[in-house]
Structures are given as structure tokens and as C-alpha cells.
């Protein structure tokens, strides 16, 4: 959840981690601080609420030019969001200065150990005991870093550690367990972030941070060891994207620039997977053909956004491919006690690579033998690191919370693995499975037509400002779609907002229907499956029989939706199974304008926080 920064090197330590945390406050906002080394003592500026808090505080206090420092904003869990709990903690002689990401799930034990050797505690926080705990074992002969490898074999739980200590003013410590830190090399300084953005305008070139993994950072060096000090070898990459894609580039929102940018997301997804010889090839795909064809079953794990993208994936998967194939929420799969097997394909789908829930669920599945391939699209991330193959969707950064083009990426990707297994396993022949590729190849443009079209979707966003609650519904495909459609509407317009399959609507849920309550139905093409079609204009006259108002999604030239919709949204036609990369869109934009309408932050919603690296 938290953003963490690290820099030592020659450049104003504050300046350098202020920078970094601007990039990372889509991770957390409840408050944010920073602490650097100036002359043999810590200085420490931190403040609850959003960034501009602290940085109000950094103009009336500012820190002493250092060249050591590090910087936290944090999405509170153990403790209030106050100024008391804010990161980073310090021990009670200003010696030591802590950040931390995740959760320390035997601080209560230590904490209580710690007060019993006399150490005294400011804040609720499970942090400020790896703070004391560091304290307590700090020799200067060994240095932070051997201090670090012991408490880190001390602590449980997830989490990502980065610390100063004032005898050490040119040097930065780090340590993960569970929950994402990243290295990046400069030229005479270098960095740490818990994502790439933290450094991004200083450097592409990054390295990745191994599971119980120690690094320490000083200006021209950089070394990696396990939690045991053996040496830990440096794997390093390159970073596609630069600052100016992690900038708004004239948009009000990131989250509007996001959606302007799904046209070339879905492109980039999709670039360079056909061969010379027509096939299909994933080229992060390091399962084998004879592993692929002896999968007897296909269970898709994620959550939230995620979650619904392997809704549709099971659409695809067993419509081409003909395995069995489940859908679980990743923070429930482990506990039921699943049956697989080595012949078990787990597909993990997760934006980030970290998201906790779906790592740990990952995990549980390689324990019981099944085979893992990630769909994410940071690389280098957790997930993909532990998973036996992954394909990328290459979407470039996600900064605001609410996902969108990583959404429609998702569901491009899993498309692409379905008729990649129907390829290596003969269910669909070379030219059905072109012909598909050919008309994911056509989405861009449809997209980019789509946006175009969406001043009607603000202004009907708009005169609903003072709706109680919006329903969306929607079949087959559809289904997940509406579930996406609510899921935005409740994180950005903070309203109560539901997705129900159609067909259910009689089996309860028809009893919230009253005088003038938005309904959004996502309507099936009227092509190929017009049986669905002619269910949902069935439900849909249920709707419209209780008086709600009706805004429909349609494919262009549907002319048999026109008498029922009192709102018509037109989207491009295509085939069912591709649709809800259409029908996404005015949905994300919708819950976009609504919530800028109500006066609320669209890329930094409350309570939330962009990737979930605990439980």
C-alpha cells in the first residue's frame, strides 16, 4: 500500500525523496513524512492528511541539506492516520529513522519485549518496533545493514523496511519480505522506491529485490545480501516508460489521461505477438506445449478490477479452448482447500504484481503442485517472479487508484492466453485464431471512436449528481462489465452502486427498483447470441415496468433497444467476447464525471490505495 522513497547521493536528499513521494501518493495518503542525515543527527518532518500537508510543513520547517534520506505516505493500517503514527519513526535518540510498508504481525510481542528493556513508544504503529527492535541490536563495528538481517529474522508477516541511521550518514538500508522494493542505479547515487515511479526522473535503470532480501545503498555502491548475509546476485532491467508518462501531461486527472490512453495500452498489448508464420506467440509464455496440453482445468484468481477481467477471461477460455474454467477471488481461494493438481493452470491477474491476496493464493498453488502464469503488467513484480510463465500487458503506469486501462489490457491479455492455448492444444485452427487476433487489432480504433463520443456520457454523469444509487445489469459477458461499472461508481462517487446478472433481477433484487432510480443495462449484440439479446430487452422492460430510469449500452444500429432506453450509449459492434473492452469505457468515464461533479479527488479516493500489499 505505501509509498516509500530512498536516496543517497549528492543532490538535497529532501528535494530528491519529495519528488519521489509525489509520484508514489497514489499509494497511500493518510499522511507522509521524511527523514535525512545532516551532520551526525536525524531531522524528521512528517504530517498527516495528503502530500500538500507535508509539504505546507517542509515551507515553514524545512530540513538541513543532507544527501541521505527517505520518505514514507502511508495507507494506515496499524494506528490512526495522525501526525503521531505518521512514518518515518525514530527511536527515542533521533539514531535510527524507519519506513515501512506492510504489516508486522508479531509486534505485539516485540513491542512488549521492547518496553520490558525500557524502550518507550510515541505511536500506535507495528513500525516504530522494528525502530527500537534495530536500536536494540546496533553495533557500529557491523552497521545498519547486519543490524537490518537480524531484525528482519526476528520479524513475521509482510513487509518492506528501509532505514537511516545518524553514524551512517551515506548510507540507505532496505529490506522486503512479502511486499515490493526496487533498486534503482544512477551514476553517483543511487535509489529506493517501492515502485520505479519513486526514481523514474533520475533513472531507468532498476534491480529487482529478491523475497527475504537485505540491500545497502551508498553513492557508488550497491549491495544485495539474504537474510542470512550470503551474497544475493543483482538481477537488473531497464524500464520502458520515462517520467513525462507518469506526469498528467495536460489532463486534469491521471485518471482522464488513463482513459485517453487505452487506445495505445491495448495497442501495445497486443504489439509483437504474431510470428513470421501467422502463429501466435507469448514470449514471457515458459510453460511448454506438452505442459499446456496435459492442463485439465484452469482456475483465474485476482481481485477487485482484476477479478471481474477473469470473469470474462472464463468466457473465453472455455469457449475456445473447452477446459473447465473457475473464477475466485484471490483473498478467499486458499481457505476453501481447492483441488488442484500438477494438470491445474492457476492464472494470477494483478496490475501491479503485488497485490497480496493474489501472491499468497499463488503461492498456495505452487505448494500444491499446479502450474502459475501471471497476467500483470509491472515488470519484474512479485507475481510474475514467483509464477512459472507471464504474459505483460505492457500498459505503461497506472497512477490513479482506480484502474481502467489496465482493466481493458487484462482482459486483451486473457484473450490472448485463451487462443494461445486453443492454438497449442488444436481447438481452434490457425486462420479462426487470426481472424480473432485481427479483431483484437481493430479495438484501438474503436476505442479511440468511442472516447470521442463521450460528451453526452459527462452530462448525463452530471444530472445524476444527486442520485441515491445507480443498478447496472448486464448477461453473459455483460455480467462483469456491470460489475465493474458499480465497483468504479462506488470507489470514485463514494454511492451505493450494484452489478446483478439480468436474469437475477427477479430473484430479488427487482425489489430496489423504484420511481426514477438509474438503472444501466449493458445490452448483448443483437448478432450470434440474440437469444441473450431478446433476454435482456425482456429485463429490461421489467426495469422500465417499476418506473426506474433506463440508460442503455448498446451496439450501434441496435435499433430494438431505441424504444426502451431513456439514455442511449452507442459503442462500436463487435463480437460478444470482445465486447466489454467497448462497453468498459463509458462506464469508467460515467464514474469519472459523477465523482468530479460530486467535488471529490478522482485519482486519490478515500480509504483506498492503488496496489494492496497486505491481507
Same mark, same amino acid.
Given at each position: 500500500?505505501?509509498?516509500?522513497?530512498?536516496?543517497?547521493?549528492?543532490?538535497?536528499?529532501?528535494?530528491?525523496?519529495?519528488?519521489?513521494?509525489?509520484?508514489?501518493?497514489?499509494?497511500?495518503?493518510?499522511?507522509?513524512?521524511?527523514?535525512?542525515?545532516?551532520?551526525?543527527?536525524?531531522?524528521?518532518?512528517?504530517?498527516?492528511?495528503?502530500?500538500?500537508?507535508?509539504?505546507?510543513?517542509?515551507?515553514?520547517? &524545512?530540513?538541513?541539506?543532507?544527501? =541521505?534520506?527517505?520518505?514514507?505516505?502511508?495507507?494506515?493500517?496499524?494506528?490512526?492516520?495522525?501526525?503521531?503514527?505518521?512514518?518515518?519513526?525514530?527511536?527515542?535518540?533521533?539514531?535510527?529513522?524507519?519506513?515501512?510498508?506492510? !504489516?508486522?504481525?508479531?509486534?505485539?510481542?516485540?513491542? %512488549?519485549?521492547?518496553?520490558?528493556?525500557?524502550?518507550?513508544?510515541? &505511536?500506535?504503529?507495528?513500525?516504530?518496533?522494528?525502530?527500537?527492535?534495530?536500536?536494540?541490536?546496533?553495533?557500529? +563495528?557491523?552497521?545498519?545493514?547486519?543490524?537490518?538481517?537480524?531484525?528482519?529474522?526476528?520479524?513475521?508477516?509482510?513487509?518492506?523496511?528501509?532505514?537511516?541511521?545518524?553514524?551512517?550518514?551515506?548510507?540507505?538500508?532496505?529490506?522486503?519480505?512479502?511486499?515490493?522494493?526496487?533498486?534503482?542505479?544512477?551514476?553517483?547515487?543511487?535509489?529506493?522506491?517501492?515502485?520505479?515511479?519513486?526514481?523514474?526522473?533520475? =533513472?531507468?535503470?532498476?534491480?529487482?529485490?529478491?523475497?527475504?532480501?537485505?540491500?545497502?545503498?551508498?553513492?557508488?555502491?550497491?549491495?544485495?545480501?539474504?537474510?542470512?548475509?550470503?551474497?544475493?546476485?543483482?538481477?537488473?532491467?531497464?524500464?520502458?516508460?520515462?517520467?513525462?508518462?507518469?506526469?498528467?501531461?495536460?489532463?486534469? %486527472?491521471?485518471?482522464?489521461?488513463?482513459?485517453?490512453?487505452?487506445?495505445?495500452?491495448?495497442?501495445?498489448?497486443?504489439?509483437?505477438?504474431?510470428?513470421?508464420?501467422?502463429?501466435?506467440?507469448?514470449?514471457?509464455?515458459?510453460?511448454?506445449?506438452?505442459?499446456?496440453?496435459?492442463?485439465?482445468?484452469?482456475?483465474?484468481? +485476482?481481485?477487485?478490477?482484476?477479478?471481474?477481467?477473469?470473469?470474462?477471461?472464463?468466457?473465453?477460455?472455455?469457449?475456445?479452448?473447452?477446459?473447465?474454467?473457475?473464477?475466485?477471488?484471490?483473498?478467499?481461494?486458499? #481457505?476453501?482447500?481447492? !483441488?488442484?493438481?500438477?494438470?491445474?493452470?492457476?492464472?494470477?491477474?494483478?496490475?501491479?504484481?503485488?497485490?497480496?491476496?493474489?501472491?499468497?493464493?499463488?503461492? %498456495?498453488?505452487?505448494?500444491?503442485?499446479?502450474?502459475?502464469?501471471?497476467?500483470?503488467?509491472?515488470?519484474?513484480?512479485?507475481?510474475?517472479?514467483? &509464477?512459472?510463465?507471464?504474459?505483460?500487458?505492457?500498459?505503461?503506469?497506472?497512477?490513479?487508484?482506480?484502474?481502467?486501462?489496465?482493466?481493458?489490457?487484462?482482459?486483451?491479455?486473457?484473450?490472448?492466453?485463451?487462443? #494461445?492455448?486453443?492454438?497449442?492444444?488444436?481447438?481452434?485452427?490457425?486462420?479462426?485464431?487470426? %481472424?480473432?487476433?485481427?479483431?483484437?487489432?481493430?479495438?484501438?480504433?474503436?476505442?479511440?471512436s468511442l472516447l470521442e463520443t463521450m460528451e453526452p456520457v459527462r452530462e448525463l454523469a452530471k444530472s445524476l449528481v444527486d442520485a441515491q444509487a445507480v443498478l447496472f445489469i448486464g448477461r453473459h459477458v455483460g455480467y462483469p462489465v456491470a460489475l465493474e461499472g458499480a465497483l468504479k461508481l462506488k470507489e470514485l462517487a463514494y454511492m451505493h452502486a450494484e452489478g446483478f446478472a439480468a436474469g437475477e433481477l427477479k430473484h430479488g433484487p427487482i425489489a430496489l427498483l423504484e420511481q426514477g432510480l438509474p438503472v444501466v443495462a449493458i445490452v448483448p449484440s443483437p448478432q450470434g447470441r440474440s437469444v441473450l439479446h431478446d433476454k435482456v430487452i425482456s429485463n429490461i422492460q421489467e426495469v422500465r415496468a417499476r418506473g426506474a430510469r433506463m440508460i442503455i449500452i448498446a451496439e450501434e444500429g441496435d435499433s430494438e433497444v431505441v424504444p426502451?432506453?431513456?439514455?442511449?450509449?452507442?459503442?462500436?459492434?463487435?463480437?460478444?467476447?470482445?465486447?466489454?473492452?467497448?462497453?468498459?469505457?463509458?462506464?469508467?468515464?460515467?464514474?469519472?464525471?459523477?465523482?468530479?461533479?460530486?467535488?471529490?479527488?478522482?485519482?486519490?479516493?478515500?480509504?483506498?490505495?492503488? &496496489?494492496?500489499?497486505?491481507?
Amino acid at each position: 500500500m505505501c509509498g516509500i522513497v530512498g536516496y543517497v547521493g549528492p543532490l538535497r536528499a529532501d528535494e530528491v525523496v519529495l519528488e519521489g513521494l509525489r509520484r508514489l501518493e497514489y499509494r497511500g495518503y493518510d499522511s507522509a513524512g521524511i527523514a535525512v542525515v545532516s551532520d551526525g543527527t536525524l531531522a524528521c518532518v512528517k504530517k498527516a492528511g495528503k502530500l500538500i500537508n507535508l509539504e505546507s510543513a517542509l515551507a515553514q520547517e &524545512s530540513l538541513p541539506s543532507a544527501h =541521505t534520506g527517505i520518505g514514507h505516505t502511508r495507507w494506515a493500517t496499524h494506528g490512526a492516520p495522525n501526525d503521531r503514527n505518521a512514518h518515518p519513526h525514530l527511536t527515542q535518540e533521533n539514531s535510527i529513522a524507519v519506513v515501512h510498508n506492510g !504489516i508486522i504481525e508479531n509486534f505485539a510481542r516485540l513491542r %512488549h519485549e521492547l518496553e520490558e528493556a525500557g524502550y518507550e513508544f510515541a &505511536s500506535e504503529t507495528d513500525t516504530e518496533v522494528v525502530a527500537h527492535l534495530l536500536d536494540s541490536i546496533y553495533d557500529p +563495528a557491523l552497521g545498519l545493514a547486519e543490524a537490518m538481517r537480524q531484525a528482519c529474522r526476528r520479524l513475521d508477516g509482510a513487509f518492506t523496511l528501509v532505514a537511516i541511521h545518524a553514524n551512517e550518514p551515506g548510507v540507505v538500508v532496505g529490506a522486503r519480505r512479502n511486499s515490493p522494493l526496487v533498486v534503482g542505479r544512477g551514476e553517483g547515487e543511487n535509489f529506493l522506491g517501492s515502485d520505479v515511479a519513486a526514481f523514474i526522473g533520475y =533513472t531507468r535503470n532498476a534491480i529487482e529485490m529478491g523475497q527475504d532480501q537485505v540491500v545497502e545503498l551508498h553513492p557508488d555502491s550497491i549491495e544485495v545480501t539474504n537474510f542470512d548475509g550470503s551474497i544475493a546476485p543483482i538481477n537488473e532491467y531497464y524500464v520502458s516508460w520515462d517520467a513525462e508518462a507518469a506526469e498528467k501531461g495536460g489532463f486534469e %486527472h491521471f485518471m482522464l489521461k488513463e482513459i485517453a490512453e487505452q487506445p495505445q495500452a491495448v495497442s501495445d498489448t497486443l504489439l509483437g505477438r504474431i510470428n513470421d508464420e501467422g502463429s501466435l506467440v507469448l514470449d514471457e509464455m515458459r510453460l511448454s506445449d506438452d505442459e499446456l496440453r496435459s492442463i485439465d482445468k484452469i482456475v483465474l484468481i +485476482a481481485c477487485g478490477t482484476a477479478y471481474h477481467a477473469g470473469m470474462i477471461a472464463k468466457y473465453a477460455i472455455e469457449h475456445w479452448t473447452r477446459i473447465p474454467c473457475e473464477i475466485e477471488l484471490a483473498s478467499e481461494f486458499r #481457505y476453501r482447500d481447492p !483441488i488442484l493438481t500438477r494438470d491445474t493452470l492457476v492464472i494470477a491477474i494483478s496490475q501491479s504484481g503485488e497485490t497480496m491476496d493474489t501472491l499468497m493464493a499463488l503461492r %498456495h498453488a505452487r505448494e500444491q503442485g499446479a502450474r502459475v502464469l501471471a497476467v500483470c503488467n509491472v515488470n519484474g513484480s512479485t507475481i510474475p517472479r514467483e &509464477s512459472d510463465a507471464v504474459v505483460y500487458t505492457h500498459a505503461g503506469p497506472e497512477i490513479a487508484v482506480a484502474s481502467t486501462k489496465a482493466f481493458l489490457t487484462q482482459v486483451v491479455a486473457v484473450h490472448l492466453v485463451a487462443l #494461445y492455448l486453443a492454438q497449442v492444444r488444436g481447438t481452434k485452427w490457425g486462420d479462426e485464431i487470426r %481472424h480473432h487476433i485481427d479483431q483484437l487489432a481493430s479495438m484501438p480504433s474503436k476505442i479511440e471512436s468511442l472516447l470521442e463520443t463521450m460528451e453526452p456520457v459527462r452530462e448525463l454523469a452530471k444530472s445524476l449528481v444527486d442520485a441515491q444509487a445507480v443498478l447496472f445489469i448486464g448477461r453473459h459477458v455483460g455480467y462483469p462489465v456491470a460489475l465493474e461499472g458499480a465497483l468504479k461508481l462506488k470507489e470514485l462517487a463514494y454511492m451505493h452502486a450494484e452489478g446483478f446478472a439480468a436474469g437475477e433481477l427477479k430473484h430479488g433484487p427487482i425489489a430496489l427498483l423504484e420511481q426514477g432510480l438509474p438503472v444501466v443495462a449493458i445490452v448483448p449484440s443483437p448478432q450470434g447470441r440474440s437469444v441473450l439479446h431478446d433476454k435482456v430487452i425482456s429485463n429490461i422492460q421489467e426495469v422500465r415496468a417499476r418506473g426506474a430510469r433506463m440508460i442503455i449500452i448498446a451496439e450501434e444500429g441496435d435499433s430494438e433497444v431505441v424504444p426502451f432506453a431513456d439514455v442511449l450509449i452507442t459503442i462500436p459492434a463487435v463480437p460478444t467476447l470482445m465486447q466489454p473492452i467497448l462497453a468498459a469505457v463509458p462506464l469508467q468515464v460515467f464514474a469519472c464525471a459523477l465523482a468530479t461533479a460530486k467535488g471529490f479527488d478522482v485519482d486519490q479516493p478515500r480509504n483506498l490505495a492503488k &496496489s494492496v500489499t497486505v491481507e
